[in-house]
C-alpha cells in the first residue's frame, strides 16, 4: 500500500506592473524541493540535493526543509531502504508537525519492526489523536490498533479496528489486518468474511490469505466450500474481461515474462490493412488500478486503423499476478525495483504477442497512462525498437519525475502527450517539463476540451484519436519523416482551479 502523500501546493505569484507598462501575467512558482524533483536525472542524486537543501534550509525555512526530507525519505522507502526512510520522515515531522509526515513514519516504524518501533508509533499516533478535532480518525486509529497487534495485544487491536471498521472495510490491505486479529483470537467465521474479497481480487494467489482461509475452513468445517468460492468469485471477475474480448474481436492473452512472472493482458488485432503488412504493434501499459475497458475506444480505434494492440496490465494487477505480487498493496516499499521490472515486462510481452499473432516486430510504440508513464518511458530505453511514445495524462511519482524527464531527453523519441481537464493536478505540471526535454520539433501536446480523464478521454471525443493516428502516421510510416517545424513554446499552465 501507497500511505505517503507529499505536498502538492503550487504558489502563484503576480508580478507587480511597472510604471505605465502593461500587467504581467501570473508566473508559477514552486518551492526549492519542488524544483529539484524535476531536476535530478538519478534517485541518488535527488537525494543527495534534497538532503542538502534540507540541511541548509533548516533554521530559516522549517516548511522547506521538512518538505524535502519528505521526499527524500520517499525515495529511500520505494527502494526499500527503511532505515534510512525512518531517519528522513522521523526528521520531516519534527518539522512540519503534520499528518503526512507522521503516517509515512509511523509506516515505516511498522513495516521494520523493530525494538521500540511499535512503543514508538503507538505514542506518536496517541499524541495526534489527542489533538485531533475528531474523536477517532481512522487514519490514526487503525494504525494504533495494528501496533498494538504487533505488540501481541490482539485483544487491544480487535476493540480499537472495531471502532472504525465501516472506513477501513474497503481497503483492502486493512481487511487483511483485521483478519490477522481475528484470526489470532480464532474468530475463523470473521476471518472469512475479511477474506474471502482479498483471496478473491488476488485471484488465490497471497500465499498468507490462503493459508487463513485453509485453517479457518478446517476449522469451520468449509474448506472444500470456501476453496470453490474463490474459483467461483475469480470466474465471475473474469467474466466482464470475456465479454470485452469478445465484443472487441480480441482475446484474452496469458504471457510469461523472462523472470517467470505471469502476465495478463488483451490483445486486440488489427483489421485487415492493405497498407500494412504486417500490422504495426501498440503495447498499451494499463494504469494501476485501470481495467482493459477503461482502454477500449483507443484499441478499437487503432485496431480499425491496422494496428494490433495488447492491453496488459502492471504487476499486482488484473491478471498479472502471483505469490510474489498478489495485489497493488505489494508494491508498497519496492515501487522502483517493480517499475524497473514491468518495464522489462514491456520487451518480454511483445515476444509474446509475436508468438501469437503477426505484427511488425521491427518497431512498436508504447502507451503509458498515469503512473505508467513512467515505466512507458524506462521501456522505451530498453528496446530500440520503440520507435514513438504515446502518454496519456502522464503522472510520474515526485521523485521519479527527474529521472523520467532525463530517459526522455536521453531517448530523444517523438512523443505525443494526451492530457485532460479531469486529470488536471496530476499532469498539466509535469507534462510541459517532460515535453520540454525531448524532441519537441517531433513530439506534441494536445488538451481535451470534453470530460474524462485518462483512457476514457478518447471514448468521449473520437477526434482525439484521429489526431493522434494523423502524427503517428506521419511519424512511423515508411519512408514518411516527422514534421521538422519546431512548434510555438508551450504556454504556461492555467492555475491549478480551486476546490469547493
Not at 174 to 193: E, G, Q, S
Not at 229 to 251: C, N, P
Not at 280 to 300: E, K
Not at 475 to 494: E, H, K
Request: aromatic letters at 6%; proline letters at 7%; hydrophobic letters at 45%.
Amino acid at each position: 500500500m501507497r500511505l505517503v502523500t507529499v505536498p502538492f501546493l503550487l504558489l502563484l505569484v503576480c508580478a507587480l506592473p511597472a510604471l505605465a507598462a502593461p500587467m504581467v501575467s501570473p508566473a508559477r512558482t514552486v518551492s526549492p524541493a519542488r524544483a529539484l524533483l524535476t531536476q535530478a536525472a538519478t534517485p541518488t542524486s535527488l537525494r543527495s540535493q534534497l538532503l542538502a537543501y534540507a540541511e541548509s534550509a533548516a533554521a530559516g525555512d522549517h516548511l522547506g526543509a521538512g518538505e524535502a526530507l519528505s521526499y527524500a525519505g520517499t525515495s529511500f522507502q520505494r527502494e526499500g531502504r527503511v532505515d534510512s526512510a525512518i531517519v528522513c520522515h522521523r526528521r520531516a515531522f519534527e518539522l512540519l508537525g503534520s499528518e503526512e509526515p507522521l503516517l509515512a513514519l509511523v509506516d515505516q516504524l511498522l513495516l521494520r519492526r523493530g525494538a521500540g518501533d511499535a512503543a514508538e508509533a503507538i505514542r506518536l499516533l496517541t499524541a495526534a489523536r489527542a489533538a485531533s478535532e475528531w474523536d477517532a480518525p481512522s487514519a490514526l486509529v487503525s494504525r494504533i490498533a495494528w501496533a498494538h497487534f504487533l505488540q501481541g495485544k490482539a485483544d487491544t487491536a480487535a476493540k480499537l479496528f472495531a471502532i472504525v471498521e465501516g472506513s477501513l472495510l474497503p481497503r483492502y490491505d486493512w481487511r487483511f489486518r483485521m483478519a490477522r486479529v481475528a484470526f489470532t483470537l480464532k474468530d475463523y467465521r470473521r476471518t472469512v468474511d475479511l477474506l474471502m474479497p482479498v483471496a478473491i481480487r488476488t485471484r488465490g494467489t497471497d500465499d498468507e490469505v490462503i493459508e487463513m482461509l485453509e485453517q479457518a475452513g478446517k476449522e469451520t468445517g468449509l474448506g472444500r466450500r470456501l476453496q470453490t468460492a474463490v474459483l467461483r468469485g475469480t470466474s465471475d471477475r473474469d467474466q466482464s474481461e470475456f465479454a470485452l474480448a469478445s465484443a472487441m474481436g480480441g482475446r484474452l492473452l496469458a504471457l510469461t515474462a523472462s523472470d517467470g512472472f505471469p502476465l495478463g493482458g488483451l490483445l486486440v488485432p488489427a483489421a485487415t490493412s492493405p497498407s500494412r503488412a504486417p500490422a504495426l504493434l501498440a503495447v498499451l501499459l494499463l494504469a494501476p488500478g485501470d481495467t482493459t475497458a477503461s482502454g477500449d475506444s483507443l484499441a478499437l480505434t487503432l485496431s480499425r486503423h491496422g494496428i494490433t494492440t495488447l492491453m496488459l496490465y502492471p504487476r499486482g494487477h488484473g491478471a498479472s499476478v502471483n505469490s510474489s505480487c498478489p495485489s497493488p498493496e505489494a508494491w508498497f516499499d519496492r515501487e522502483a525495483a517493480l517499475q524497473a521490472r514491468i518495464a522489462r515486462d514491456v520487451r518480454d510481452a511483445v515476444r509474446g504477442v509475436r508468438l501469437a499473432t503477426t505484427v511488425d516486430s521491427t518497431r512498436y510504440l508504447v502507451v503509458g497512462v498515469g503512473a505508467s508513464a513512467t515505466m512507458a518511458v524506462e521501456a522505451a530505453t530498453l528496446d530500440p525498437r520503440v520507435k514513438a511514445l504515446l502518454l496519456v495524462c502522464p503522472a510520474p511519482a515526485p521523485v521519479d519525475r527527474g529521472p523520467t524527464r532525463a530517459r526522455l531527453a536521453q531517448l530523444g523519441l517523438p512523443v505525443f502527450f494526451q492530457i485532460a481537464p479531469d486529470d488536471f493536478d496530476a499532469t498539466y505540471t509535469i507534462t510541459d517539463v517532460l515535453y520540454q526535454a525531448g524532441d519537441r520539433s517531433a513530439s506534441r501536446v494536445v488538451e481535451s476540451r470534453k470530460g474524462g480523464g485518462g483512457l476514457v478521454q478518447f471514448r468521449y471525443d473520437p477526434a482525439l484519436a484521429a489526431r493522434f493516428l494523423a502524427w503517428l502516421d506521419a511519424t512511423l510510416l515508411p519512408g514518411a519523416s516527422p514534421p521538422t517545424q519546431v512548434p510555438a513554446p508551450r504556454p504556461t499552465p492555467p492555475a491549478p482551479r480551486r476546490q469547493g
